[in-house]
């Protein structure tokens, strides 16, 4: 992947410490460039600085710069809110520390990793001046001359400590298709797509498709009988975006597995076999239920957007209850979920699995049911037993959680 790799699928690492430690300084040294500004004033850095970098052989890395802990300027809380936000973003935490020994600050953020179960790789910053450890790498970030000894030590720190589900990436559907197979995706021309453009998960698709050294057709719906009549062998696999879901069952034949996108993205970044139970509660929603409809990415909603209109709209459909319905877009996600009964995540196709799975652990510690979009979908459609059918084991739970 080159420097243009979409943000979630890159190793996102947090640099955290206390203020004037040497984040920013360190953040230079690894890039090569003055990537964030280096001062010895605290509370330099406000906002998280996002630094993109191909990091081989790890590959594309996203560097989240934070601000600093300890920091008693006026706009002190809300920089550490956001540092702590990053907490649930990151895959690695980096803590940069200017003396051989934690103190109170730096301990809580290691103990704040370990919640999370995120491994922790401390840098010893301006290391000329005293002995560092051998529990981390000892720099010092203005010495520029050091940069490629520096890199060396990290890639080989970060390829012990990244996450498996990072280093060995779960398929999108490569092992649902028989070597050799065939897929065919039904696409609709999606208004919220730039133009002239396919959105994401598409584009993610296609490239599976062709790593697996599948076949890969696309088609939008008003041809997808004769792209199926065409066929000399039948697809192995149908995907379809879930808006069209209840087209797609309708219309393909029993012996043909089919899914959606977002039921293939729910495994890819999240738990599958979570949002499946989650789609249960669908059903059971009363008058009064508050639900949660959360949206990763910040787009113009168009008239009968997905979000706002759709779901709101087959919700209603579905239980023919009284809801209230709540939105929410970008990182904006609630830090008090006890009021909702359900949460409908999208895709996440913006986000790593490791926030979405945040997400995740958040509802399941509130006692809210959480599914995502194209899961939640099908079981408004009354297809989502078709949609599950490929995923094996997901799909007997399922089942138990409609009818314990």
Not at 65 to 92: C, M, N, P, W, Y
Not at 143 to 149: G, H, I, L
Not at 288 to 302: N, Q, S
Request: with cysteine; hydrophobic share 40%; proline share 5%.
């Amino acid at each position: 992947m080159s420097l243009t790799a979409p943000k979630a699928l890159r190793l996102q690492i947090a640099l955290t410490g206390k203020v004037n430690a040497g984040k920013s300084s360190f953040l230079n040294l690894v890039t090569g460039q003055e990537t964030a500004i280096a001062s010895a004033v605290p509370g330099t850095t406000t906002d998280v600085v996002e630094k993109n970098q191909e990091l081989l052989p790890i590959g594309p890395v996203t560097w989240l710069d934070t601000a600093g802990f300890g920091d008693d300027t006026e706009l002190s809380v809300q920089r550490i809110e956001k540092t702590r936000k990053v907490f649930d973003r990151a895959d690695v935490i980096l803590l940069v520390t200017d003396s051989p020994l934690a103190d109170e600050t730096e301990q809580a953020i290691i103990v704040e990793a370990e919640k999370r179960k995120l491994p922790v790789l401390k840098i010893y910053n301006k290391a000329d001046t005293y002995t560092a450890p051998a529990d981390g790498i000892a720099v010092n970030s203005l010495d520029k001359a050091s940069r490629d000894k520096v890199l060396v030590q990290l890639k080989s720190a970060l390829l012990r400590l990244c996450p498996d589900d990072f280093i060995h990436t779960p398929p999108l559907f490569g092992d649902l298709v028989p070597a050799g197979g065939s897929v065919l995706l039904l696409l609709p021309i999606d208004k919220e797509a730039p133009k002239g453009r396919l959105i994401m998960p598409q584009v993610q698709a296609i490239r599976e498709g062709l790593d697996y050294n599948l076949i890969v057709s696309a088609v939008t719906e008003n041809r997808y009988a004769e792209a199926l009549a065409a066929c000399k062998k039948a697809p192995d696999l149908v995907i379809c975006d879930s808006q069209i879901v209840d087209f797609m069952t309708a219309h393909t034949p029993p012996d043909i597995k089919c899914t959606t996108f977002s039921t293939l993205f729910a495994r890819l970044k999240g738990d599958l076999g979570k949002f499946a139970e989650g789609a249960a509660v669908i059903s059971k929603l009363k008058d009064g239920d508050k639900v949660l409809i959360a949206e990763c990415c910040t787009h113009h909603a168009v008239e009968d957007d997905i979000g706002k209109v759709k779901i709101p709209h087959w919700l209603k459909e579905k239980t023919g209850k009284n809801l209230q319905i709540d939105f929410c877009a970008g990182r904006d996600f609630p830090d008090n979920l006890s009021a909702y009964r359900l949460v409908i995540q999208c895709g996440g196709c913006m986000f790593g699995r490791r926030e979405i799975l945040a997400r995740i652990n958040a509802c399941e510690a509130a006692g809210v049911a959480i599914t995502n979009y194209g899961i939640g979908i099908s079981e408004m459609k009354n297809v989502l037993p078709r949609i599950l059918e490929p995923f094996g084991q997901v799909f007997q739970d399922y089942k138990m959680a409609k009818n314990p």
